[in-house]
């Protein structure tokens, strides 16, 4: 996932905006990451997910792909406890440096020590699934984490919502879902290597919760509906 530009960029003072992500055949812009905001410097804007956290009310949670413990941060301060899981080492070490627990650890193969109420996946990591075709097992693994009643928060990038023959520079393979591409991470003339993400559109989501048993109670949307949030449970016949 280009690791050492992203702890390069943390480690290291940067111009705003110096840390972006490029789409692979893709004719959009550069998207600038919320470098500033994870590193917690005065005035930095927060995202326009940081919405969903509102529906995390108590309990204890696990937020996978942490960053540098921002969301857990905010938690906190309203008494709700829990870690993080991150393999970005410079963002783990941010993070325990502001009392965060966080581990280094892959969310594909992180075992956790006790159930939790909540799983997030904030910050648009509902796209760590990689491909549309991975994402019931990402979900189910999510799922695996939670008490009987628990629920998992995400937030995602609808595919759809890209202005019309930008997301792709040519044409969608048949068959091939549009949402299914690869990122790097740029870092000023630095760039590193692609790595899968998925643009998951709100009904797909919807379609792989159900193929496993989950379901889709509460949803919001940003930036007319490019960024959304869902909140997942158990469906009552699962």
Known sequence: MGLNLLDQALR???????LSVEIEN??????????????????????ADIGVLD??????????????????????RRGVTGYGIEVAEAAVSLANAAGIPCV???VFSHVPPRPADTVLAVGGNGGMAGTVEELPAFLHRLSSWLTESGRIVLTSTDWRRFPA?????????????????????????????????VF???DTLERSCQAIGLRVVERKE???????????DRSPSA
């Open 165 to 197: 023959g930008k997301l792709h520079g040519s044409a969608i393979p048949p068959g091939s879902y549009p949402g299914n591409k690869r990122m790097r991470f740029r870092l000023a003339d630095q760039a590193g290597p692609w790595f899968p993400w």
């Open 12 to 18: 290291s003072a940067q111009r705003p905006g110096a």
């Open 26 to 47: 893709s004719t959009l812009p550069l998207m600038p990451q919320p470098l500033e905001w994870w590193k917690r410097e005065p005035g930095a804007n927060e995202p």
């Open 104 to 106: 280094r650890e892959d």
């Open 55 to 76: 529906w995390v009310r108590d309990g204890y949670v696990i937020d996978a792909g942490c960053g540098t413990g921002r969301h857990l941060e905010i938690l906190a």
């Open 222 to 232: 940003w930036l007319g509906g490019a960024i959304y949030g869902a909140v997942l």
């Open 200 to 202: 998951v559109d709100a």
